[in-house]
């Protein structure tokens, strides 16, 4: 139980330093699909060298980082519905144009 819940911690951790970075990109988008590939394979990798997982391991993480990385998208979603109610049009496109500039830098 306790290298499951250091696992979490580690998950959690690697989560906020990529997942700070890409989490406001649009869902469903080239971009999204791409970023979540991107941060999948980037977590997974951290996770695997920082605790030795073995491919068996991998295999079972994979999909755990994966469901993380989909409620991302959804908070990330609500966020941006609750904005837009707040934001101008003119707001909004300078949003959705910084949200690009951050994906392809």
Do not use: C
């Not at 970075?21 to 977590?43: G, H, M």
């Not at 295999?59 to 755990?64: L, S």
Request: charged content about 25%; glycine content about 0%.
């Amino acid at each position: 139980m306790k290298k499951l819940s250091s696992l979490a911690l580690v998950a959690v951790l690697s989560a906020t330093v990529i997942g700070s970075s890409f989490a406001d990109s649009p869902a469903n988008t080239p971009d999204e699909v791409s970023w979540q590939q991107k941060a999948l394979d980037y977590r997974l990798s951290y996770l695997t060298d920082k605790l030795q997982l073995t491919a068996d391991q991998q295999a079972k993480v994979k999909p755990i980082l994966q469901k993380e990385i989909d409620r991302e998208i959804v908070l990330h979603h609500k966020t941006r519905e609750q904005l837009d109610k707040v934001l101008t049009p003119d707001q909004q496109t300078a949003l959705e144009n910084l949200h690009h500039q951050k994906l392809n830098p």
